[in-house]
C-alpha cells in the first residue's frame, strides 16, 4: 500500500518548481533526499521538509558564546516583547506589511526573506498559496514552519541573502524587513536587493537603515558615524530602475522620521 505524501514532501513539491541553483541559476533535479544542479552539479540537501540552499553545510546546531542561533532568536523575540517600544514598532511593521498586501491582487508565491522564526506569517498566509520562508539559518526556518497555521502551503528554505536560489521572476512577490542593515558590506547589500528584484514578478516590500534619515542626520552632526549597514533612497531607486522597477511607495514606523524606511517597489508591467 502506498504511503500518503508528508506535508512536507508537498511543501517541497511545490518549492522545487521554482528554485534554481544559487550559484549558476542552472535548473536544478528533483531527487528524494536532495537537489542536484545539472550545469554545475552541485547538491543541495532536504532536510526533513527544510531545502539547504546555502552551499555549505553550517552546522546551526554550534553554539557561538554558548547560545545556538536559535536561542539568540528567541530571547530576541522576548526582549522585544518586554520591550514596548521594540513591541510598538514589531506591532507597526505588521501593519505596513498587511496593508502592503492587502493593497496587491492575491499571490501563488511569496517570499519571506529574514523572516525570523515567522514574525510576519499571518498576513504573508493568508495573501499567497505558497507562502516561502527563508532565512540564512536552518534553525529558525524550522521554528518558523512550526508556527505555519497551514503546514502544506508553507516551504522553508535556507539560502544566503546575496544568493538567492530561485529562477528569474519566479515568485509573484517578496517580503525582507529589517534584514538589509545586518547584511555587510555595502557591495553584498546591494547584491541582495539585485537578487531580490531579480526573482519577484510583482512586488517587494523592503526596508533599509537610511543614510538620509533623521536619526542618522543627526549622528553625523554631532560628529559621530552613521550607523552602520546603510543605504540611500537613491542608491535603491537605482537598483530598481535597472530591473524595470518603481518606488510605488514610501514610509518610515515613525511620523518623526526613523532609521529604518520601508519601499514597496513595483515592477513594471
Ligand atoms: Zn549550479
Known sequence: MNEAPRIVDSAIAL??????????????EHHSDWLRCVPCRRDYPLRDGVALMTGADESDAAPVDGESVLE????????????GRRLRRLRRELHIVTDTLCSQPASDTL?????????FSSPMQSATRLLIEADRHEAVVR??????????????LACLP????FRDRA??????VRLSHRVSPDSRREAMLHELLRVVSR????????????????????????YGGTLRYDTVADIADAHGAVIAH??????LGSRQQYVVLEKRP
Not at 546575496?162 to 536560489?165: A, K, S, T
Not at 515568485?171 to 525582507?176: E, K, R
Not at 533599509?208 to 542626520?217: G, I, K, R, T, V
Not at 514610501?250 to 511620523?255: A, C, G, K, N, Q
Open 143 to 156: 521554528h518558523a514552519m512550526e508556527r505555519a497555521m497551514n503546514p502544506p502551503r508553507v516551504a522553508a
Open 162 to 165: 546575496e544568493r538567492l536560489p
Open 250 to 255: 514610501r514610509e518610515t514606523v515613525s511620523p
Open 72 to 83: 539568540r532568536h528567541l530571547r530576541q523575540e522576548r526582549a522585544a516583547a518586554d520591550s
Open 203 to 226: 512586488f517587494l516590500l523592503f526596508s533599509f537603515n537610511d543614510a538620509a534619515s533623521l536619526p542618522n542626520l543627526s549622528r553625523r552632526l554631532r560628529g559621530r558615524p552613521a
Open 171 to 176: 515568485l509573484d512577490g517578496a517580503v525582507c
Open 111 to 119: 517570499l519571506a526573506l529574514g523572516c525570523r522564526g515567522g514574525r
Open 15 to 28: 518549492l522545487a518548481d521554482l528554485l534554481a541553483c544559487p550559484a549558476c541559476h542552472g535548473a536544478l
